[in-house]
T-cell receptor
Framework: GAVVSQHPSRVICKSGTSVKIECRSLDFQATTMFWYRQFPKQSLMLMATSNEGSKATYEQGVEKDKFLINHASLTLSTLTVTSAHPEDSSFYICSARQLAGTRGAKNIQYFGAGTRLSVL | AQSVTQPDIHITVSEGASLELRCNYSYGATPYLFWYVQSPGQGLQLLLK??????LVQGIKGFEAEFKRSQSSFNLRKPSVHWSDAAEYFCAVGDTGGGNKLTFGTGTQLKVEL
């Protein structure tokens, strides 16, 4: 159980275009999803926290107009990189936190497989 | 602010040998602690977690970790490493205040020699 699907796994786009990444919890409901960015050989940096039905909370230094997050349902959150530039090239990973369930389950984040974005 | 230190960037062990990956954390109270594993180009898989109770926790794939409050540590261990364990390992501390934000360490790259 607790499977998170992230799509696409890899995307190449031209500079100036926008790219949408989807994150779905397949077998559980997630009130909260998180978006991370990972640079090569580095750790994950939290970009934003996405709560269903409300505005996302962005970490300091993350441009909310550049990285648009929508969490329209309990199983889907999307990250749109607007007007992408080469410096936005990175590995983006989402995670989802369970709404409820077994004790402690809501404190666990389950991760998608990531999206490799390359901006030419 | 919470933080995690993984002092070993790279570790190489022989297949069949024991393994210990170090993790030290900084947090104002008893934290939630996690170990995740990441294979190249993949997302993170949860190996084990500590919320409370027994300080020795068992995880998947034969891994275990011990929470030591006095040392602010949560080291990951495996008695006999398999070649398939080669991957990047991340320790993370979770905010217990409700936001459940995770702060990750910089990771330890494990190489297994056959």
């Amino acid at each position: 159980g607790a499977v998170v699907s992230q799509h696409p796994s890899r995307v190449i786009c031209k500079s100036g275009t926008s790219v949408k990444i989807e994150c779905r919890s397949l077998d559980f409901q997630a009130t909260t999803m998180f978006w991370y960015r990972q640079f090569p050989k580095q750790s994950l940096m939290l970009m934003a926290t996405s709560n269903e039905g409300s505005k996302a909370t962005y970490e300091q230094g993350v441009e909310k107009d550049k990285f648009l997050i929508n969490h329209a349902s309990l199983t889907l959150s999307t990250l749109t990189v607007t007007s992408a530039h080469p410096e936005d090239s990175s590995f983006y990973i989402c995670s989802a936190r369970q709404l409820a369930g077994t004790r402690g389950a809501k404190n666990i984040q389950y991760f998608g497989a990531g999206t490799r974005l390359s901006v030419l | 602010a919470q933080s995690v230190t993984q002092p070993d960037i790279h570790i190489t062990v022989s297949e069949g040998a024991s393994l210990e990956l170090r993790c030290n954390y900084s947090y104002g109270a008893t934290p939630y602690l996690f170990w995740y594993v990441q294979s190249p180009g993949q997302g993170l898989q949860l190996l084990l977690k500590y919320f409370s109770g027994d300080t020795l926790v068992q995880g998947i794939k034969g891994f275990e970790a011990e929470f030591k409050r006095s040392q602010s540590s949560f080291n990951l261990r495996k008695p006999s490493v398999h070649w398939s364990d080669a991957a990047e390992y991340f320790c993370a501390v979770g905010d217990t205040g409700g936001g459940n934000k995770l702060t990750f360490g910089t990771g330890t790259q494990l190489k297994v020699e056959l």
